[in-house]
């Protein structure tokens, strides 16, 4: 009977102990800040919900078993007892019906992810009913280009709240992982392999981004700021950039390809190369008057000494 005791009181623990940790701060994932994330998080939610359940089920059989065969209760109790047909379509009922109340709306939602989300601010002159963003992850820092407004921004990007914004994304060298935790989900960036990625921004904010796939040396700085500003802001923003930003030339291109850390900077234009999304491979072979044809990713060092990995270059 005590040790009955001690396992209940140690199960009420258990469940007892996230109530009992506090955090000053929200959590990213748990604080979502535009319809794509809040879709994904009332999934996790549903999931946590679904688990909880499956434990305090678990936890109450468990219980009930100790106390009702116990060691003092167990005459004609039988271990091996089989053939209760019952209790196997109960125990085969119930995991596939869990099965289905968690992939019926985890797939309903990774679906609809693929659609972009209903704008709810005025659009921006500058981006129109929806913004498209051709992102780079380069070791460590990452690239946003703005074909659409011809400008380029390096480890920060601005984007119109309320309005739906299709992140392209590529890799340059090493495979990496675009996320925005209070926007949405994350997505690979691959080379040769480009992905896609819709998120919004409810309003006006600033929010963390930063790679969640270690890359090397300097992937603890490879971070960035998502910027959420009205679409007068934004348009206001685009226009500066034009006229006061320099250009992006190629060698100052090439210098950003470089494994290595940087401040945030934008460009009031670029060249044709940026353009053409290549990966190190194929930069390397156009740089030595080769075929760019080939995926080959030779030569990758993920520990590149020539890069200061932990360091903030201009």
């Known amino acids: 009977m005590k040790n009955l005791k001690a396992l209940i009181k140690l199960a009420l623990l258990l469940m007892a102990l996230p109530m009992l940790t506090g955090c000053s701060e929200k959590i990213a994932v748990l604080n979502p800040q535009g319809p794509v994330a809040r879709s994904q998080y ?3 939610i549903w999931s946590l919900i679904m688990m909880s359940l499956v434990l305090a089920v678990v936890l109450i059989i468990f219980v009930y078993v100790l106390a009702r065969y116990g060691r003092k209760n167990s005459d004609g109790f039988d271990p091996n007892d089989t053939g209760n047909r019952r209790l ?3 125990w085969m009922v119930i995991p596939v019906l869990i099965c289905v109340l968690l992939a019926v709306p985890t797939v ?4 609809s992810l693929n659609q972009p989300p209903k704008a709810t601010a005025a659009q921006a002159q500058t981006a129109g009913k929806s913004l498209t963003i051709d992102v780079t992850s380069v070791q460590w820092k990452w690239l946003f280009r703005y074909p659409g407004q011809k400008i380029e921004t390096v480890n920060y990007v601005m984007i119109p709240a309320g309005t739906p914004v ?3 994304l590529h890799a340059y060298d090493a495979m990496n992982a675009f996320w925005v935790p209070e926007l949405g989900g994350q997505q690979y960036t691959m080379t040769d392999m480009p992905m896609q990625l819709w998120l919004q ?8 981004g930063r790679s969640s796939n270690y890359s090397g040396k300097g992937f603890a700085h490879m971070t960035f700021k998502v910027m959420s500003r009205s679409a007068s802001d934004f348009d206001r923003w685009v226009n500066d950039v034009k006229e006061n930003k320099p250009a992006l030339t190629h060698e100052k291109y090439m210098e950003l390809l470089k494994p290595n850390t940087v401040k945030a900077q ?3 234009s670029y060249p044709a190369i940026v ?3 290549l990966n190190k491979a194929q930069m390397e072979a156009l740089m030595n008057g080769e075929s760019v044809d080939t995926d080959s990713m030779h030569g990758m060092d993920m520990d590149h000494e020539s890069g200061e990995g932990g360091s903030q270059n201009d």
Do not use: C, M, Q, W
């Open 42 to 44: 009332h999934l996790i």
């Open 88 to 90: 196997e379509i109960v």
């Open 108 to 111: 309903k939602t990774l679906f």
């Open 166 to 168: 299709k992140f392209r």
């Open 201 to 208: 921004a409810d309003k006006p904010g600033n929010y963390d």
């Open 266 to 268: 934008a460009f009031s």
């Open 275 to 277: 353009a053409k999304d």
